[in-house]
């Protein structure tokens, strides 16, 4: 039994996730129209490759990546294109993107899908490449590009995969589903994965509240054979934090400022494995996700394999959304979601679930009352920082005691936030503060090369004068010298010589009259 | 709007309101042995305090429901009416009632913003400045009639109706003790009877009784309160000094009499001027039962509380500096 371990702070609220009947899973309809957004990752958009007006199939990719820090995007069934255009998407920020729009065809028509059942043979290079052409990003909320992910560079030693089955957040039961449902898939995914890094272990960590999940991972593992660890831990928010997972099961934390690979570990989401083996052993490029749509808003919670690029009022229209005045749809759960300020937008690569609570279950919050440093915050806070002294500092826009109580090493969990008494937005502030102190930075950064860019004008421009100065000294130097060795001086000619043109001249000129 | 979209059941009226319910054993048993005294004051000084801060919430430009609905004006004014004299004129309540809620908290901008413990500058401030009346403090049930409810409030505005207001608190006799063993002194006078004397003893118990549900109700944690009380412990052990004419007074002496465990689970607790990581409140607690020791022993005050948790109010900032928790991540490097 390996030994779990208890990270500092966490909370418990109410998990509500039996709502959204975890485990049974259905596809959503499909809509007329899919709104495809280029940057369904963390990097940068993906660019189109195909133009309004044309027809495409079911996994034929139609943006293709754009450089390392980004991944492709494939249409999840047939039909034609009919606008490439700014619209909303579910972004905190409620601004629009860039997105292709496929009208669908209802024929569901594919392309080929060629796969490799014999995976262990082929070369982790080539396995990569194929999960970044399949469009692969981590699909457990940031969408980080997978492929990065699997290429941790040459100092860096991969000895585990860990496959993060935590799903922490309250309502959500997407990875629930997803393990219950696809055990085989996964199983073979994180081997696929373990293959492509080179790494000895794989360890599945599933939270202890989702026993359905754990019973049919374990069957998984025992009929595959392989040599896969499936270990439990006590629920409690945020285990699932990657920092926080790999600190419960194995007791090391990732270095401030660091990446998981740096201790020896790749840590994914279930989803993004499942979506490695099918890229690999089915070819199938990443087009569909299982998404919770569940809160008391709606009249039949659920779970859904969803194209994506469906727009979140189809969703909440198929799960029976009877919306109140002001009705919130959070993109995620209740601790790290985002209300959507536009349901017409898609969902992504990165939509774990749609949360459309009543008032009475997520109340709206009151306004914020003065702080009155109780500690709660920090008692709560799984990075050990202290919340209040970081608000404090945040309001005052102090950004040194902001480095100091080291601001970017808080995760925005919102443990601190949901204990507080006085009600206070914490991790709105500390948002704010980071995006300040990102802005200043480049600011610095701009004025520095400015500056240098200055300085290094001047320099040429001084370098050049001087230059000038030393060929025109050496000039002088020379006719000096030669004068001095007896030889005619240069300027006493040359006025000897302008002095007899003249005498020519006036001589002639004083012939003129004489005509 | 941004996440969390959760909130937890914690409300700040709800942390307050846990911190006056917690009082009620020590008042009680403080009204049991002294009489009405400390209700009467509690009372009065409350309901000066509520309209103080409504006036001057008002005056501010903050909505003063607000501010009243939190409670934490009525904690800062039970705080302080309990360690007022059971029997004190009423204008010696209206002063320090009015001094902790103007001079300890809305100068500063109101709850949260106070650098020091409102009830102990009210407290301090009158201990300066009327020594007599706060050095009375009423002798224990059973060594003299305790006053009823009605002498009580007539005494309130009509000074003298009652007549033992005063005695010595076991504090006082042993500072006053010249050429008895320690032993003997607790042993020549009734009132001594008990670690702490009579009533002290009990009053003591009850505010640890009321410490350790809001422990249990994770109002605060146990650092501050077991720092205070194992330094104040330990510093009595080393003056202890065998217990001769000389002596300090037990441990056991320290902890049971005067304001010991009312401060250490009610006044150093006030999270708005102590220290704020767990290290820190470590430290700001044992340095207060240090001083709380030194103060009672070679100072020249009743008791001690009040001065050592505003020396260390001062240095709360200080200490937050030099204790900050490792944060997650930095375990192996020197940041």
Redesign the interface.
């Known amino acids: 039994m390996r030994a779990i371990h208890d990270i500092h702070g966490g909370v418990h609220p109410p998990e509500r996730k039996e709502l959204s009947q975890p485990g049974q899973l259905t596809d959503a309809p499909l809509p007329t129209h899919l709104v495809l957004p280029l940057r369904q990752h963390l990097g940068v958009p993906a660019a189109p490759c195909v133009a309004v007006g044309d027809t495409v199939l079911g996994g034929q990719q139609i943006a293709e990546a754009q450089g390392p820090m980004s991944v492709p995007v494939h249409a999840p069934t047939s039909g034609s294109i009919v606008a490439i255009e700014s619209r909303p998407i579910a972004h905190a920020s409620g601004l629009e993107d860039h997105c292709i729009v496929l009208e669908t065809d209802g024929r569901n028509q594919w392309v080929t899908c060629a796969g490799t059942a014999d995976w262990h043979a082929e070369d982790p290079v080539t396995l990569v490449e194929r999960i970044k052409d399949a469009g692969i990003a981590g699909m457990g909320g940031a969408g980080f590009p997978t492929a990065v992910k699997l290429t941790p560079g040459p100092t860096r030693n991969i000895e585990t995969v860990l496959i993060n089955g935590t799903e922490c957040e309250p309502y959500i039961t997407a990875d629930d589903t997803l393990m219950q449902c696809h055990a085989d898939e996964l199983v073979e995914g994180a081997q696929i994965l373990a293959h492509v890094v080179s790494a000895d272990a794989i360890l599945i960590g599933i939270e202890d509240n989702k026993p359905a999940a754990i019973a049919r991972v374990a069957a998984a593992i025992e009929r595959s054979g392989a040599d896969i660890e499936l270990a439990t831990f006590p629920t409690k928010y945020p285990s699932g934090g990657e920092k926080q997972i790999i600190e419960i099961l194995t007791g090391q934390q990732v270095p401030s400022g660091g990446i998981p690979a740096d201790i020896g570990l790749v840590c994914v989401n279930p989803g993004t494995a499942v979506a490695a083996k099918r890229a690999i052993v089915d070819g199938k490029p990443l087009t569909h996700r299982i998404v919770t749509l569940t809160g008391e808003s709606l009249s039949t919670p659920q779970n859904v394999t969803a194209c994506l690029g469906t727009p979140i009022t189809w969703l909440m229209a198929h799960a029976g959304l009877s919306a109140a005045p002001q009705q919130r749809i959070i993109h995620g759960g209740p601790m790290m979601g985002f209300a959507v300020s536009n349901l017409e937008a898609p969902i992504t690569k990165i939509t774990n679930c749609l949360l459309a609570p009543t008032v009475a279950e997520l109340p709206l919050p009151e306004p914020a009352k003065p702080c009155i440093r109780c500690g709660h915050c920090a008692e709560a806070c799984p990075a050990s920082l202290l919340p209040q002294q970081l608000y404090w500092y945040a309001r005052a826009k102090d950004q040194e005691q902001l480095a100091e109580h080291r601001l970017f090493d808080c995760i925005e969990c919102g443990a601190c936030a949901y204990v507080c008494p006085s009600q206070i937005p914490l991790v709105q502030y500390y948002r704010a503060a980071k995006g300040q102190i990102r802005d200043s930075e480049q600011e610095k950064r701009r004025s520095d090369n400015s500056r240098e860019r200055f300085e290094a004008r001047q320099a040429r421009l001084e370098a050049e004068a001087a230059a000038r100065e030393a060929k025109r000294a050496a000039r002088k130097a020379a006719a000096a010298d030669k004068a001095a060795e007896g030889g005619v001086d240069p300027i006493q000619a040359a006025i000897e010589r302008a002095k007899a043109r003249k005498a020519e001249q006036d001589q002639g000129a004083d012939k003129e009259p004489a005509h | 709007?941004?996440?969390?979209?959760?909130?937890?059941q914690?409300?700040?009226s709800?942390?307050m309101r846990d911190v006056l319910l917690a009082t009620l054993p020590g008042v009680v048993v403080l009204t049991a042995y002294f009489g009405p005294g400390t209700l009467v004051n509690i009372v009065l000084g409350g309901l000066i305090a509520v309209a103080c801060e409504y006036a001057v919430t008002a005056w501010r430009g903050r909505d003063p429901r607000?501010a009243i609905s939190?409670l934490?004006i009525l904690v800062t004014s039970t705080l302080l009416c309990i360690a007022l004299p059971p029997y004190a004129p009423w204008w010696l309540i209206v002063i320090g009632v009015l001094t902790a809620v103007l001079l300890g908290k809305q100068v500063f901008g109101?709850?949260?913003?106070n650098p020091f413990n409102p009830a102990m500058v009210g407290y301090v401030v009158l201990l300066i400045s009327f020594p007599v009346q706060m050095s009375a403090w009423a002798p224990p049930r059973g060594l003299t009639d305790v006053p009823g409810l009605g002498e009580t409030l007539r005494h309130l505005f009509a000074p003298g109706t009652i007549d033992a207001v005063t005695a010595a608190t076991p504090l006082d006799l042993l500072r006053q003790n010249t050429g008895l063993l320690f032993d003997d002194l607790m042993s020549s006078r009734p009132e001594l009877v008990g670690w702490g004397g009579v009533g002290w003893l009990q009053a003591n118990i009850a505010f640890l009784v009321g410490g350790i549900w809001l422990l249990y109700r994770?109002?605060?944690?146990w650092h501050a309160p077991l720092a205070m009380l194992a330094a104040l412990s330990f510093c009595a052990l080393i003056g202890y000094d065998g217990g001769s004419s000389e002596s300090g007074g037990s441990a056991l002496f320290h902890l049971f009499s005067g304001a010991t465990m009312f401060a250490a689970f009610f006044i150093i607790t006030d999270?708005?001027s102590?220290a704020?990581?767990?290290r820190g409140r470590l430290i700001f607690g044992a340095l207060i039962g240090a001083l709380v020791y030194l103060i009672r022993v070679l100072g020249n005050y009743p008791d001690a509380v009040a001065f050592a948790v505003l020396i260390l109010n001062f240095c709360a900032p200080f200490i937050?500096h030099y204790t900050?928790?490792?944060?997650?991540?930095?375990?192996?490097?020197d940041?």
Do not use: E, I
């Open positions: 709007m941004t996440s969390p979209h959760a909130a937890g914690s409300k700040v709800s942390v607000v939190d934490s109101g709850l949260g913003y994770k109002t605060f944690t999270p708005v102590s704020v990581s767990n937050d900050q928790p490792k944060v997650y991540g930095t375990r192996n490097k940041v």
